[in-house]
């Protein structure tokens, strides 16, 4: 049975870890429900600076390490951040001595009933095209509130009227233990990924898959490459696919509805085909939410890229430099080169080791006839296998950190070229987060950038 938010007056409850979903569960907890206290804060290391002022909880006990379950156990409800694992041995713990855990998106959910939301997940995309069907949702008309991973936690969206739509993007760490669905699922593509925190590719493939299943959904939204996920969807939810002919399809001409372009290739707002299919489908999600589908191609003029995505950093003497620092797997560095098909390319790739196979990279790399920049700690691995399929090794290099790589990149980028970091893994062996490394890359390529032009200047006869 669903856990509601509003059910937690009165309780005791305990939290595990303190980012922004946690910090919003505090806020919220604080002002709608004065009965309900959080009691015990657990965390992994050192709290560092004073979580209880952060979190606003200054009576709250802080715990880690051993103490972690029994402070947790006397709890009426714990509530984890995504990033605690639900298969921990702790929360097993928990959950067998009859201690619920749940997340605050969980809560949120289960107190819309599903009502009125559309969820995206996916290993790839799932930001972009929720991002989408928000942006076209209000080209429709519509009133929108856009949460999740992309923006405000779930939980701020209980400041916005319930029969208001609501587009919450949903990583595979939160849809592990959801108990109620959205109205509206949506499932963009399944790769290998997260199996630090799932344990097994199958596992994490099992989470991702839940959200199919969930009570609340009543339509699920999926690729026509995905139709092998099929059976996950729930006996008396609709099955509705995207990038095939029969509905919105995205193919060499732009999008089309039913065979009829719609969006004309030169004016669709993102590159490459996995780009269309998350605009496809967005509008797959809207219709099937009952949203009229807004004019198009022009509502889709002002859409803007979300950041480290595709990002055109900056273009000098025809050198392309692009920030994809989101792509943590093969399987979307390959669509990365594939959004470039028209161009010669440096790709810098490489970070935290996930037993990625680099195999078929490789190989596309060297169809292209591209360079490669292996970067810490995986890069050696994509740079063999790059070498294995036949890249020279003039151009396939490792270096020792993205300032290395940008030294070895430019000299390898001549007119046309497009000096693309597309790590093909996740971040966090040397970086915060993707986003630290995205923007170092675009520090780094804009001070090469403008430094080649300042000395052509200088060099140019007077």
Aim: charged fraction near 20%; hydrophobic fraction near 45%.
């Amino acid at each position: 049975m669903s856990l509601r938010f509003s059910e937690l007056d009165g309780a005791d409850i305990g939290v595990w870890g303190a980012g922004a979903e946690i910090g919003s569960f505090a806020a919220q907890t604080a002002r709608r429900l004065p009965g309900a206290r959080i009691a015990v804060v657990a965390l992994d290391g050192d709290p560092g600076e004073d979580v209880r002022a952060k979190l606003g909880v200054p009576g709250a006990r802080v715990v880690t390490g051993t103490e972690v379950t029994a402070a947790l156990g006397s709890c009426d409800v714990v509530v984890r951040s995504p990033g605690v694992p639900t298969h921990r041995p702790e929360l097993c713990e928990l959950r067998a001595a009859g201690t619920p855990v749940t997340t605050a998106t969980a809560l949120w959910l289960a107190e819309r009933d599903g009502q009125r939301v559309i969820g995206v997940t996916g290993t790839k995309g799932k930001s972009t095209t929720a991002a989408l069907v928000a942006h076209l949702a209000r080209a429709s008309g519509q009133a929108v509130g856009l949460a999740g991973n992309i923006g405000a936690p779930a939980l701020d969206l209980l400041d916005r009227p319930p029969t208001e739509l609501a587009v919450v993007e949903l990583s595979s760490y939160q849809v592990a233990d959801l108990q109620t669905g959205p109205e509206v699922a949506v499932l963009t593509n399944l790769f290998r990924e997260h199996t630090d925190w799932h344990g097994s590719e199958e596992a994490y493939r099992r989470d991702k898959l839940r959200l199919l299943g969930l009570p609340g959904v009543r339509a699920a939204v999926l690729g026509a490459r995905e139709q092998q996920v099929a059976d996950a969807v729930r006996p008396d939810a609709a099955r509705i696919f995207y990038g095939q002919p029969g509905g919105w399809n995205a193919g060499p001409d732009g999008i089309a509805w039913r065979g009829e372009v719609v969006v004309p290739a030169a004016e669709l707002p993102l590159r490459g085909e996995h780009n269309a299919l998350n605009v496809c489908a967005a509008l797959t999600a809207l219709a099937a939410a009952g949203i009229a589908t807004p004019p198009l191609p022009d509502a889709l003029r002002d859409f803007k890229a979300l950041a480290h995505r595709l990002e055109v950093v900056v273009e000098r003497d025809r050198v392309m430099w692009v920030d994809d620092s989101i792509s943590t797997t093969p399987e979307s560095t390959l669509a990365a080169l594939a959004s470039f098909a028209d161009r010669e390319i440096v790709l810098l790739g490489g970070g935290q080791d996930r037993g990625q196979d680099y195999e078929a990279l490789g190989r596309a790399l060297a169809a292209r006839g591209a360079a490669v920049i292996g970067l810490p700690s995986t890069g050696p691995r994509l740079v063999a296998a790059a070498r294995r399929a036949g890249v020279p090794t003039t151009r396939a290099i490792e270096a020792d950190g993205m300032e290395q790589a940008i030294v070895h990149a430019r000299p390898l980028a001549g007119p046309g070229t497009t000096i693309l970091l597309s790590p093909a893994a996740p971040s966090y062996d040397n970086y915060r987060n993707f986003q630290e490394r995205g923007a170092l890359f675009q520090a780094l390529a804009r001070s090469v950038a403008e430094r080649r032009t300042h000395n052509t200047r200088r060099e140019r006869p007077q």
